[in-house]
């Protein structure tokens, strides 16, 4: 019994010791790994701040639209930052949302480049899809509208797009008279095979579109704006059974009773309207 009880306390004894080297190594480990993060914390903040990892100027900066790079003057014509600065200062989404706020600006990625030092932004420009005039103490202001029903100035589309070609639908009065409906006009127009050259939104009451056919009255614009420019296409064919200087107006007002208004004195006349186009 002695010789168990001696061998016991060997045993143990050899357990403790066993595991207080491991404790040891344990310490030793964290102790080796706090330092080596210091080391590696410190040494990225060394280079960090090395003058090397600074925005000196525009010619760092690409900025594309789609496949095309702009100029380094348009660069600077739509960013706001000083030079030089830290480039670990510069704040990526703070650029891309103050370009979101240019007028002809949808979209914006920003992203440092490490080497060479620099940024990259990636910006989707919006899609002009009518001309619009607007009057107003005596100024004529002309800009662009895209599908969505945003307004941009003329003078920074084409800053940008020197060389595309403006759309040929044009739209007379002030966003407000338009941006209510514009979205569902925009898109039962683009869709007609009856080319609407020019909608004139002046008249709140009254929606008139000028069309390869002549002048089309809508009236007050609403949920039946789809359904009039379908009849409407229904009635493409109407110059081909009357002359369309004898025509002053399609009325369209009630598109279950279309009429056309003729030049003479109190003359109308209700076309047959096929069912389908």
Known sequence: MAGITSVSRTDLAQRRQKLRRQRQMRIIQAIWRTFAIIGLAGGLLWVAVQPVWMLKAPKQIVMKSGNKLLTDETIQSLLVLSYPQSLWRIEPSAIANSLKKQPTIAQAIVRRRLFPPGLIIEIQERVPVAVTQTRGNKKVTIGLLDASGAWMPLEKYTSLNPTKKLPNLRVIGSSK??????????????????????????????????????????????????????????????????????????????????LVQMNQKDQKLTPKIPKNI
């Open 177 to 258: 008279q338009y941006c209510l409906y514009w979205t569902q006009l925009h898109q039962a127009v683009s869709q007609s095979p009856v080319k609407v050259i020019e909608i004139d939104c002046q008249n709140p009451t009254n929606l008139i579109l000028k069309t390869e056919l002549g002048n089309v009255h809508l009236g007050v614009p609403g949920p039946q704006l789809s359904e009039q420019i379908k009849v409407l296409a229904r009635m493409r064919h109407l110059t081909a059974k009357l002359n369309s200087g004898q025509i002053e107006y399609i009325n369209l007002k009630n598109p279950e009773f279309p």
